[in-house]
């Protein structure tokens, strides 16, 4: 499938302004992508749970301007303007606008908020290029009234890729897949789509508790990280271990393995955060705090029947994966045993979600 079906017709309406609000949650990869090629495509396909209560929520006002030549946009975060986020968005813009040509026909003002703190070091770039990817699919809608609904999420998807990677997870729900995989038909290099086969039940509304170990900016940004993939000595192996830990979760979701469920969700946590510490340069994120959480959760299981494991991105926070029946006895241990290697004691209860909405 090519980039060529993105880039739209003339299009036939005219809209002279107002706004589009959008809403989108943030996601967690169980199959990590960690890699990247030119354009934003991944080195191997991964897969992701999406959550349901860590959101952006974006509106985007718009009014057409009449001098062409440049991009023309404010962003405001609670209501404060964010002048550092402009970059990011500017060059999100001129990798997009060969496929959204109105960009330069609008001045764009950006209202964006989270449903986490901004100091959390949860990523936000996520939810918020996917909620931003959504409001200007929106006004490309209203521009081509022809476009269907599976385009508009495909589109967006696409679009929010290309802002950062990991964001064309997040606009559907519950699980979702990106990257081309062989058993998965359709699945795509280009934009997200949801995981089609049977889930078992066992992973219906699974939890995941998000202990904020660190809640400052990362010394290293993913982006610098997915570089660093290039010319690694482990990089080859590394995506080849991805396709096939994919394999094998398509048949663990099914059965609702959750022993063998632990085992890929927490190797891949790992091969991530080695990724990192055997390239050159090299680097940790993982903080002493994240490691005492591993081994307390590691002892947890050994002593009980429970099915808790962890996942990281790429930060020193611990994501705590557990099913939906045992929240009552995991939090408790969370909150007796865990929360003392949280920054401040907080963590976030999140749980498996459904995607984007419009507001
Ligand atoms: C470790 O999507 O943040 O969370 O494409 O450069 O914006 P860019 O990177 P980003 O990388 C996320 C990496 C990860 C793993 C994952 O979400 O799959």
Redesign the pocket.
Known sequence: MSVQQFIPKPYTASVKNGSFKWSSPSNI?LV???G?KED?IPENP?L?FTLSDCKTITNLIFSEKQNQDNFSFEVFLDDDKKDDFKPKIETFFKRVEVFLPFLRHYHFKIETSNTFPHSSGI?S??SGMSALALCLMSLEKALNNEVSDEFFIKKASFLARLG????CRSLEGDTVVWGHHNEIKGSSDLFGTKYPFEVHDNFKNYQDTILLVDKGEKQVS??VG?NLMHGHPFASKRFSQAHKNLSNLITILNDGDLDAFIKIVESEALT?HAMMMTSMPYFILMKPNTIEIIYKIWGYRETSNSKICFTL??GANVHVLYPEYETESVMKFIKNELVVYCQNGHYICDKIGFGAKQL
């Open positions: 990869a990590k992508y960690w990247k934003q991964s992701s990523a770039s996520a950062s990677g990991s964001a993913s982006t997915h991530l991105d790429a």
